[in-house]
């Protein structure tokens, strides 16, 4: 669609900034100039020792874990995640995944060689019509230059909710959930970027990258949208 005929339709079908729920200017804006500057980024990129990096520690060996921005609870940004996973806005997570790439850019992060999404179960994607972590990977490609591997990992198991339990019953929940997919030769030696829409406690990153690892000489980055 041609911008003049974008702007024609905002003005009889108005969008809302997800976060602060003021009106859009342009159908192709994602959210307000104002929200979007005040985005709370973590900056956890440039240093090794961040604190998502320390979730992995002692639990599996990564070359570096980041998070873009941090999304403390009732944090007003919070809805940009709810609506990319369960309304159907997918632009919001090419646009966060755009934001990821550009900090990502000139860092170690960025030697990856391939991108991974964390997979979704095959019913949940068709149920959903797509995969959010893939849109956010789609975004950092888009950036980097970094092609997506969105076939080497997949879920195997459909998994429950996480978010009402303990981090043990999480690990638990997520074991042999992961499969790696064939044709791996072509990963041997590889460096991997392991891309996730938020990061908690850990768990599925962690049964992720514990999958990918066992790739012969595999090295693997993980980096996420939000962490709590
Ligand atoms: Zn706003």
């Excluded at 979730?55 to 070359?63: A, D, M, N, P």
């Excluded at 893939?134 to 975004?139: D, P």
């Excluded at 080497?152 to 909710?161: C, D, E, F, M, N």
Aim: proline share 5%; aromatic share 10%; net charge positive.
């Amino acid at each position: 669609m041609r911008q003049w005929a974008f702007d024609l339709f905002g003005i009889f079908f108005p969008s809302y900034c997800p976060v602060c729920g003021f009106p859009l200017h342009t159908m192709r804006q994602v959210m307000c100039l104002k929200c979007e500057s005040g985005m709370p980024y973590t900056r956890y990129e440039k240093d090794l020792s961040n604190p998502v990096a320390r979730i992995f520690w002692g639990r599996v060996l990564l070359e570096g874990a980041t998070a873009l921005v941090r999304f403390e609870k009732g944090s007003r940004y919070q809805p940009l995640l709810h609506h990319l996973k369960y309304n159907g806005r997918r632009e919001i997570g090419i646009f966060l995944g755009r934001k990821l790439g550009s900090v990502l850019n000139g860092t170690p992060f960025a030697e990856a060689d391939y991108l991974v999404p964390v997979p979704l179960h095959p019913s949940r994607e068709k149920e959903r019509g797509y995969n959010q972590s893939e849109l956010i990977v789609r975004g950092v490609s888009a950036i980097t230059g970094i092609p997506l591997s969105d076939r080497l990992l997949v879920r195997i198991q459909k998994t429950g909710s996480q978010t009402s339990k303990s981090r043990i019953a999480r690990w638990k929940n997520v074991e042999n959930v992961f499969q790696l997919n064939d044709e791996l030769e072509c990963f041997e030696n590889r460096k991997l970027l392991l891309i996730d829409d938020v990061v908690t406690t850990g768990a599925t990153l962690e049964a992720c990258a514990r999958e990918l690892l066992k790739i012969k000489g595999v090295k693997v980055f993980v980096a996420t949208i939000a962490c709590a």
